[in-house]
């Protein structure tokens, strides 16, 4: 198992460049199935959990081909047959959001059989809402066995019907899951209390754009006129504002000068206004941010919530930034109850760091020393490398695999503006490994 050993001390300078937003290209991936046509998407991550859609995709029988040399980010999907609209255990519980598949196989084949996440490291992570949700829309579920199986009224046409669904609480993929299955269903969906992140905003565009007719992607309210058939369609994935977010922290961490670039200043509104609080200097332009490290840094609250609140895909890498911070930060996770995985290993590593339930006490200012750390889920995994970069000594992060799940190519964009990165093999005994996110 891959490990990574960061020497610290070294302020990042230069320009790292932003890739495609994972989060927004795994629904993409699943709207792919909404057709029999291929659909093309551009500015793909090449990072795992794609390469895990990508097999999710091919097992039912889609043809997903993925570009080479230059055109790398590109994938063609096309499920032209889907001779078993199935998610399998063993593909779910390495990546959760494979439920995005339950809404599209539902609406296309009239039945679909996906395997019920279990918990995970951030939290209990239930799809509820996405059954109810399907529920409201006519299909029957039902569950046996770990899995979920959704099934339409053949005496309807084995179509979904279109009705008024108000989400009990905010849920990402489970929006998408729903205004997915809403594209095909007969008559009008009107969906309430929707996440408003931009991946929603940009699946809503990807899926108007294979003929869908949804109005309101991006606010609290989704209107869906069904149709009959969604076509083929070519989509650009948006840049990853969390990707973003985390090289700006590297930045203003290591009292760097970094561009970061070929992102949407706009998705990161909730970030940079609450590194403002903490004295990071940032300048702005139309699809880039470059951050000055030249400031002392201060303690300031953080408080996570929805879109477009601060990101709780950025909390861990925040507090990796409190640790550096004058004073007393109290950040509050809002959306996962067990998102501190990362806070005992910055505690490792010399941050004064108290948990009190969904609160996390920062007491900034501690000096970092490099220790051997666990990573425990993808976003705990960014914070302890921006952790690392900042200590002093030669860190060690295991079980990298989170990382790669989320951030293409960390180490060489971190080693293109000077940090000293590198991957190694095993040099710890093996340990069981934990659960997926
Ligand atoms: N929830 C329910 N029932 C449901 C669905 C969600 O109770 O049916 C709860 C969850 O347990 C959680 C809250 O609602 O407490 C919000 O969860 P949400 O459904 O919004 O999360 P998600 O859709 O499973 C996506 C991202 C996560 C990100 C969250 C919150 C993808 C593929 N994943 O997850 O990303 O943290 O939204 O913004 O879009 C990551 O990239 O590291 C990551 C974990």
Not at 339 to 361: P, S
Request: aromatic share 2%; glycine share 10%.
């Amino acid at each position: 198992m891959d490990k990574l050993v960061i020497r610290g001390g070294n302020p990042l300078l230069g320009t790292v460049r932003i890739s495609g937003a994972k989060n927004a290209a795994l629904p993409c991936m699943a709207a792919a199935l909404l057709t029999d046509e291929p659909v093309i998407l551009e500015n793909i991550p090449q990072v795992r959990d794609i390469e895990t859609t990508r097999k999710l995709l091919a097992a039912m029988g889609a043809e997903v081909e993925l570009g080479y040399g230059r055109a790398h980010h590109r994938t063609t999907i096309c499920a032209h047959t889907l001779a078993a609209p199935e998610a399998s255990y063993e593909l779910v519980k390495t990546m959760r959001s494979s439920t995005l598949v339950l809404g599209p196989l539902v609406a296309r084949c009239g039945r679909a059989r996906v395997s019920l996440p279990g918990g995970c490291a951030i939290g209990a992570r239930p799809i509820d809402l996405h059954i109810k949700g399907l529920e409201r829309l006519g299909a029957k579920i039902t569950q046996e066995h770990g899995y979920v199986e959704a099934t339409t009224d053949p005496l309807k046409g084995d179509r979904l019907r279109g009705a008024e669904v108000v989400f009990d609480r905010i849920t990402v993929t489970g929006t998408e899951d729903l205004l997915m299955a809403a594209t095909l269903a007969d008559g009008e969906t009107v969906m309430q209390n929707c996440a408003r992140e931009p991946e929603v905003a940009d699946l809503a565009a990807l899926l108007n754009a294979m003929g869908a007719k949804i109005q309101g992607a991006g606010t609290s309210t989704i209107r869906v006129k069904g149709v009959a058939k969604l076509h083929g369609a070519r989509h650009r994935i948006i840049p990853d504002r969390i990707e973003a977010g985390t090289f700006i922290i590297a930045g203003a961490l290591t009292g760097g000068d970094v561009n970061v670039a070929g992102c949407d200043p706009a998705h990161l509104t909730a970030i940079l206004q609450k590194l403002a609080e903490t004295g990071v200097k940032t300048s702005v332009k139309a699809d880039s941010v470059r951050v000055m490290g030249d400031q002392p840094l201060a303690a300031a609250d953080l408080n996570t919530e929805e879109y477009p609140g601060f990101p709780t895909d950025m909390q861990a890498q925040y507090m990796a930034l409190t640790t550096q911070a004058a004073g007393t930060s109290i950040i509050t996770e809002n959306i996962f109850e067990n998102r501190f995985m990362h806070a005992q290993e910055l505690v490792r590593m010399g941050a004064n760091i108290k948990i009190e339930g969904r609160r996390a006490i920062v007491r900034g200012g501690t000096p970092l020393s490099a220790a051997a750390v666990l990573a425990s889920d993808l976003r705990a995994s960014a914070s302890l490398v921006l952790a690392a970069l900042v200590a002093d000594g030669e860190t060690i992060i295991d079980r990298v695999y989170h990382l790669d799940r989320g951030y293409e190519n960390i180490e060489e964009k971190l080693k293109g503006v000077g940090a000293e990165i590198r991957r190694v093999g095993n040099i710890f005994p093996k340990r069981a490994a934990s659960p997926a996110q």
